[in-house]
């Protein structure tokens, strides 16, 4: 679990150095016994079967996770889950996140109808990554993001399961 929450508060200095980072964050980083809580209720949601967690290694050290959650549980949406992706800095660029989605996609199809994400507009890397695993664009929600005094335009997406679905892109 160390790992993991590493790999997570790593964003929090990449925005030190990168502003614009597509991730939704908190205001400050969250302390870590928070964080302990979090992936202990992820892993009850996957006991559940409602949340995967796809995770990136290299060399034994944890470098990016997929996860997607159920958007509510017993509900009229709980065919829908919802995606997060993120790969440590060092490690994009290298095939790494084409893999970990196809694989969270994979894992999905057997808990879920639909995924949906919000990615935000000036993320083109991770946009074409999404259109290429077969995500369509159904919408912008401008100003969705407040940080600090700037607003960031976010797209919002969905991917639906069929027969045909591919998993090997
Ligand atoms: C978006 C992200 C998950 C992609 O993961 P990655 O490991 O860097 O991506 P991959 O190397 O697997 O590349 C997947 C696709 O992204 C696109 N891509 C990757 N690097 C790119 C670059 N430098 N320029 C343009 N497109 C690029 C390509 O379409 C690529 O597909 P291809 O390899 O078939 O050409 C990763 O960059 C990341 O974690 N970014 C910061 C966090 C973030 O923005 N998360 C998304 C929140 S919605």
């Known amino acids: 679990m160390n790992d993991l929450i590493d790999n997570y508060l790593s964003y929090y200095e990449e925005l030190k150095e990168n502003p614009d980072l597509g991730l939704v964050l908190y205001?400050?980083?969250?302390?870590?016994?928070?964080?302990?809580?979090?992936?202990?209720?992820?892993?009850?949601?996957?006991?559940?079967?409602?949340?995967?967690?796809?995770?990136?290694?290299?060399?034994?050290?944890?470098?990016?996770?997929?996860?997607?959650?159920?958007?509510?549980?017993?509900?009229?949406?709980?065919?829908?889950?919802?995606?997060?992706?993120?790969?440590?800095?060092?490690?994009?660029?290298?095939?790494?996140?084409?893999?970990?989605?196809?694989?969270?996609?994979?894992?999905?199809?057997?808990?879920?109808?639909?995924?949906?994400?919000?990615?935000f507009s000036n993320n083109k890397i991770a946009i074409s990554l999404y259109e290429k695993v077969g995500f369509i664009t159904y919408g912008i929600f401008p100003n969705r993001i407040k940080r600090k005094d700037k607003y960031y335009d976010v797209i919002l997406m969905y991917y639906k399961y069929t027969e045909n679905s591919n998993f090997n892109k």
């Open 27 to 119: 205001k400050s980083p969250p302390k870590y016994i928070d964080e302990v809580s979090w992936f202990s209720n992820l892993y009850s949601e996957v006991l559940k079967k409602d949340a995967i967690a796809v995770v990136a290694e290299e060399n034994g050290k944890v470098v990016g996770m997929c996860d997607i959650h159920r958007l509510r549980p017993n509900s009229e949406l709980s065919h829908i889950g919802n995606l997060g992706i993120a790969i440590r800095k060092e490690y994009r660029g290298k095939g790494i996140g084409k893999k970990l989605i196809l694989k969270a996609l994979e894992e999905g199809k057997n808990l879920f109808e639909i995924i949906q994400l919000e990615v």
